[in-house]
């Protein structure tokens, strides 16, 4: 599918429109105006996504009042092209601070989200329904997920264990709805905010993803038991919603 006929489609609800208009215009304003982009490059001689995305966060750092934006158009960008979320999540606490660093990740976390959520919806959907338009026990087990998409994915959201850039698309693909999928985003915030505390103690951008960055192991073991936690009740909760839909399934 071309750009000039997805941006032809008919979208039905106006977020649809809103995300993906706010989502495009934000891609192709940073490609223009962020000389990160194209000096890391240079000064690199290849593409190293950690070091192009930290040189982004000084140049957000060095904008003063609209960094906020700006660091949320890099977050949408770097969501939708699968770049280290990590290193964003962690140099907003040294840029912003933990508070002000968790809404801007937040935001740019579940606006990128929704863009990539969007992408796999109206570009792969389509395709997904003729591949299990004669299996009927998949779509059995599509619909019933659909059904149940809210607790779902705000399970996924609060397991670090599943990827979240992947995770994106392949909700895209599924009968999940938007308003679920979006409102699901909530699970996100706990670990952010752990996430962006983390990198506030680091108190520099160059120790950023490095060994020598420093952490904080309560705050560790918090996120690693309440993702095993959440990465259980996921399983346990997607494999029981299976179960039941083939049994149905089979007794029609």
């Known amino acids: 599918m071309t750009l000039k006929k997805f941006l032809s489609l008919k979208f039905s609800q106006k977020p ?19 000389p990160a982009f194209t000096q890391t490059a240079a000064s690199t001689g290849g593409f190293n996504p950690q070091e192009l995305l930290r040189n982004a966060l000084q140049w957000v750092e060095s904008l003063g009042y609209v960094g906020g934006i700006a660091f949320i ?26 508070f002000v660093g968790s809404i801007y990740v937040f935001i740019g976390a ?6 990539a959520f969007l992408v796999g919806r109206y ?10 338009e004669g299996n009927q026990k998949f779509a059995a087990i599509d619909k019933a997920v659909a059904h149940e998409g809210f607790k779902i994915v705000l399970l996924t959201r609060l397991s670090p264990v599943f990827p979240f850039n992947l995770l994106n698309y392949a909700f895209g693909v ?8 979006a409102l699901a985003s909530i699970g996100m915030f706990p670990g952010t905010v752990m996430y962006v505390y983390i990198g506030s103690l680091a108190g520099d951008l160059a120790r950023i993803g490095g060994e020598n960055q420093p952490t904080d192991p309560t705050i560790q073991w918090i996120i690693r038991i309440v993702g095993l936690i959440a990465t ?13 839909a083939l049994a149905e399934k089979v007794n029609e």
């Open 73 to 98: 158009g890099i977050y949408i960008i770097a969501t939708v092209a699968f770049l280290p979320g990590s290193i964003l999540t962690l140099g907003a606490g040294v840029v912003f601070g933990v």
């Open 232 to 244: 259980v009740a996921v399983t346990v909760y997607v494999t029981r919603i299976a179960r039941k």
């Open 174 to 181: 599924t009968g999940v709805s938007l308003k679920d999928y």
């Open 16 to 34: 649809i429109r809103f995300c993906f208009y706010l989502s495009f215009s934000a891609i192709a304003f940073l490609l223009i105006a962020t």
């Open 123 to 132: 570009l792969a959907r389509s395709w997904i329904d003729k591949k299990i």
């Open 110 to 115: 579940t606006l990128g989200a929704v863009a």
